[in-house]
């Protein structure tokens, strides 16, 4: 059956340039697998003729928009968001290793997997690319929680044999047959996709990253997720661990780990010769930039993403970023864009922000037309956004004379308030 939902509707078209309609409409209609999709979008004059037949919501002074896609988030850190420490690496050892310890308990992985999904879509992120931790029972918690409410979601265990203390560290052969073992359990199922996850080089094997690389070759349209370049401590340390690599970003490439749909978080510490790389070998970054300023990690070079021509999109990076409102998101990534001491300083348009965390970030996911746009063939993913949620988002948006200023104005001063309401494409079991 065909539904329709009358409103204003923000779209993109395939080059990323944001498309709005004051008085659109959206059509959906189930596919084979009784998943939502577009079936035509538009403005209501020209799309309501076409659905004469469809049942119709109005949502008068709302705005439809894509689900916020989440390129780079921990599951597990929900609990550590703003836990203080001098940098990245103190950071993981006094809080990061002691909380995901607890994940070895499936009770405790799967009250905290509800906790974070909530949170999530109160936000208005529908899709996120996930650490999970090294313990198979906190990939379980993730999935079965995710496949019951129907979510596009993504993680995988994660990968650390060494330079780890107890109760988070694994062991090289088993880490790596259960990794496989899950990939057959759970990649392709209903939404859900796998994402083969080491930590970061520093603290696996060259024999752990050279099962990772055997299994992402062996399972291609598995995700690859980790981080690199985000801290000259680490990058210091990863450089006197792997001394023969030209880079430390050399180092993953040199073990198979560089491919479409693999995603490294920050990638703040890099030259253009690391940013050829990922160009060549289609690879993303998640930018982080909460958890940048947050961990004083640094400031990812927007500029020179774009001057070399990288994929890239938007991450929350909770818990070391600070928020899983993709407002503070996009409001941040605007704010070290701006900053110009230690690279060129941009202006990066409202649109192009908001595009990063849903299409832009989708494509970089390798799922450009599956989630993160609105338009036909998409799944139906979205957010009715109020944007009179505050007196003085009302004041200020109504004020906007343009579609940049509507954008700029939500960015600014939104968080979760703005999200009326999150709408999953996928038909719950009866
Ligand atoms: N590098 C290795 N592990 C982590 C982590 O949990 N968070 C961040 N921000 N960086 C990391
Ligand atoms: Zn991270």
Same mark, same amino acid.
């Given at each position: 059956?065909?539904?329709?939902?009358?409103?204003?509707?923000?779209?993109?078209?395939?080059?990323?340039?944001?498309?709005?309609?004051?008085?659109?409409?959206?059509?959906?209609?189930p596919d084979?697998?009784g998943?939502q999709?577009?079936?035509?979008?538009?403005?209501?004059?020209a799309?309501a003729?076409?659905?004469?037949e469809?049942?119709?919501t109005?949502?008068?002074?709302?705005?439809l928009?894509p689900?916020?896609?989440?390129?780079h988030?921990h599951?597990?850190?929900t609990?550590?968001i703003?836990?203080?420490?001098d940098?990245?690496?103190?950071?993981?050892?006094n809080?990061?290793?002691?909380?995901?310890?607890?994940?070895?308990?499936?009770?405790?992985s799967?009250?905290?997997?509800?906790?974070?999904?909530d949170?999530?879509?109160?936000?208005?992120?529908?899709t996120?690319l996930?650490?999970?931790?090294?313990?198979?029972?906190?990939?379980?918690?993730?999935?079965?929680?995710?496949?019951?409410r129907?979510?596009?979601?993504?993680?995988g265990?994660?990968?650390?044999?060494?330079?780890?203390?107890?109760?988070?560290?694994?062991?090289?052969?088993?880490?790596l047959?259960?990794t496989?073992?899950?990939?057959?359990?759970?990649?392709?199922?209903?939404?859900?996709?796998?994402a083969?996850?080491?930590?970061?080089?520093?603290?696996s094997?060259?024999?752990?990253?050279?099962?990772?690389?055997?299994?992402?070759?062996? $399972?291609?349209?598995?995700?690859?997720?980790?981080?690199v370049a985000e801290?000259?401590d680490?990058?210091?340390?990863?450089?006197e661990?792997?001394?023969?690599?030209r880079s430390y970003l050399?180092? $993953?490439n040199?073990?198979? *780990?560089?491919?479409e749909?693999?995603?490294?978080?920050?990638?703040?510490h890099?030259?253009d010769?690391?940013?050829?790389?990922?160009?060549?070998?289609?690879?993303?970054?998640?930018?982080?930039?909460?958890s940048?300023?947050?961990?004083?990690?640094?400031?990812?070079?927007f500029?020179?993403a774009?001057?070399i021509? $990288?994929r890239?999109?938007?991450?929350?990076?909770?818990?070391?970023?600070?928020?899983?409102?993709?407002?503070?998101?996009?409001m941040?990534? $605007?704010y070290?864009?701006?900053?110009?001491?230690?690279?060129?300083?941009?202006?990066?348009?409202?649109?192009?922000l908001?595009?990063?965390h849903t299409?832009?970030a989708a494509?970089?996911?390798? *799922?450009?037309?599956?989630i993160?746009n *609105?338009?036909?063939?998409?799944?139906?993913d979205?957010?009715?956004?109020?944007?009179?949620?505050?007196?003085?988002l009302?004041?200020?948006?109504g004020?906007?004379?343009? *579609?940049?200023?509507?954008?700029?104005?939500?960015i600014?001063?939104?968080?979760d308030?703005?999200?009326?309401?999150?709408?999953?494409?996928?038909?719950?079991?009866?």
């Open positions: 059956m065909k539904r329709a939902y009358r409103a204003s509707l923000l779209r993109f078209d395939d080059a990323g340039r944001p498309l709005f309609d004051e008085d659109g409409l959206l059509v959906v209609a084979a697998d998943r999709r577009v079936l035509d979008a538009g403005s209501h004059a799309v003729p076409r659905h004469p469809a049942a119709v109005h949502w008068p002074g709302r705005i928009a689900g916020f896609v989440d390129m988030i599951f597990p850190q609990d550590i703003g836990a203080p420490a940098g990245l690496l103190p950071w993981l050892e809080y990061t290793f002691p909380a995901e310890s607890r994940f070895a308990e499936a009770a405790h799967e009250a905290v997997a509800e906790v974070f999904f949170e999530l879509l109160r936000n208005g992120v529908t996120s996930t650490f999970a931790t090294s313990h198979v029972a906190s990939v379980q918690a993730f999935f079965a929680s995710a496949q019951r129907g979510l596009r979601m993504i993680t265990k994660v990968l650390q044999d060494r330079h780890s203390p107890d109760g988070v560290r694994d062991e090289t052969a088993q880490s047959a259960d496989e073992s899950l990939i057959r359990q759970w990649h392709g199922v209903d939404r859900l996709g796998y083969i996850t080491p930590r970061f080089a520093p603290t094997t060259d024999a752990q990253l050279r099962g990772a690389g055997e299994l992402a070759a062996k $399972y291609p349209d598995t995700w690859i997720h980790s981080h801290n000259k680490e990058v210091k340390w990863a450089r661990l792997f001394p023969h690599a050399e180092v $993953y040199g073990f198979g *780990l560089m491919r749909r693999a995603v490294y978080a920050h990638c703040i890099f030259d010769d690391d940013r050829r790389l990922m160009r060549s070998t289609k690879t993303a970054t998640a930018v982080s930039p909460t940048n300023l947050f961990l004083g990690s640094g400031f990812f070079d500029e020179g774009d001057r021509g $990288y890239y999109g938007l991450a929350s990076d909770v818990g070391g970023g600070t928020s899983f409102s993709p407002f503070t998101t996009m941040a990534a $605007y070290v864009g701006r900053e110009g001491q230690t690279k060129p300083g941009i202006s990066i348009a409202p649109s192009e908001w595009w990063r299409g832009g494509e970089a996911l390798g *799922l450009a037309g599956v993160g *609105l338009q036909p063939g998409c799944e139906a979205f957010v009715v956004i109020d944007p009179k949620a505050t007196p003085l009302a004041r200020k948006t004020l906007a004379a343009n *579609l940049e200023e509507l954008l700029f104005a939500m600014v001063l939104g968080d308030r703005l999200i009326e309401r999150t709408v999953i494409s996928q038909a719950l079991p009866a």
